[in-house]
T-cell receptor, first 114, second 116 residues
Framework: AQSVTQPDIHITVSEGASLELRCNYSYGATPYLFWYVQSPGQGLQLLLKYFSGDTLVQGIKGFEAEFKRSQSSFNLRKPSVHWSDAAEYFCAVGPSSNTGKLIFGQGTTLQVKP | DTAVSQTPKYLVTQMGNDKSIKCEQNLGHDTMYWYKQDSKKFLKIMFSYNNKELIINETVPNRFSPKSPDKAHLNLHINSLELGDSAVYFC???????????????FGNGTRLTVT
């Protein structure tokens, strides 16, 4: 069955420190992978996506993610975290058929200490 | 110039009532969705529509009925509301059929439904 696992429910980092949020997926075909961010009271905003080509993808707000097929992972990284990055982060995997259905991980809450 | 807009933002109602949530997108997308986010922030798809046709119905109780009058609108009507329906409901859209499965979803800001 298709699934997405985000092992870390909650992460706290100091402002200016580096960040890595983990995402592992289980998918039968070549996956389309996405990272979304949700600020309090807001909808989900796309940070970046991977569907082919270079396995290191750049996104908005200084985020990047690396697709590692051998590890079934798509971890999100940022070299220096800002206080405004505090939010909920969701990894998602796309469908193999033309349904548009996304399967989401359970999310990681990022807290940033001053 | 909001891309995906939902109304209302908050909805508080009593058990047994019927309520509707409206969604509109001005992105020219061909596919629209309803997702439910539970109290643990887990997101799960409920429905998707392409050009007014239902393409996904994920084992949602038939008290939930989506309606798409045109490809820019997808409303969600809920009959006989139950306590367990309390959640945040997100509308989303994408250009699935014109771009493909890698077309990202664009989400509205959500409707927080509280059933008392």
């Amino acid at each position: 069955a298709q699934s997405v696992t985000q092992p870390d429910i909650h992460i706290t980092v100091s402002e200016g420190a580096s960040l890595e949020l983990r995402c592992n997926y289980s998918y039968g075909a070549t996956p389309y992978l996405f990272w979304y961010v949700q600020s309090p009271g807001q909808g989900l905003q796309l940070l970046l996506k991977y569907f082919s080509g270079d396995t290191l993808v750049q996104g908005i707000k200084g985020f990047e993610a690396e697709f590692k097929r051998s590890q079934s992972s798509f971890n999100l990284r940022k070299p220096s975290v800002h206080w405004s990055d505090a939010a909920e982060y969701f990894c998602a995997v796309g469908p193999s058929s033309n349904t548009g259905k996304l399967i989401f991980g359970q999310g990681t809450t990022l807290q940033v200490k001053p | 110039d909001t891309a995906v807009s939902q109304t209302p933002k908050y909805l508080v109602t009593q058990m047994g009532n019927d309520k509707s949530i409206k969604c509109e997108q001005n992105l020219g997308h061909d596919t629209m969705y309803w997702y439910k986010q539970d109290s643990k922030k887990f997101l799960k798809i409920m429905f998707s529509y392409n050009n007014k046709e239902l393409i996904i119905n994920e084992t949602v109780p038939n008290r939930f009925s989506p309606k798409s009058p045109d490809k820019a609108h997808l409303n969600l009507h809920i009959n006989s509301l139950e306590l367990g329906d309390s959640a945040v409901y997100f509308c989303a859209s994408s250009s699935l059929f014109s771009t493909g499965s890698n077309s990202p979803l664009h989400f509205g800001n959500g409707t927080r439904l509280t059933v008392t």
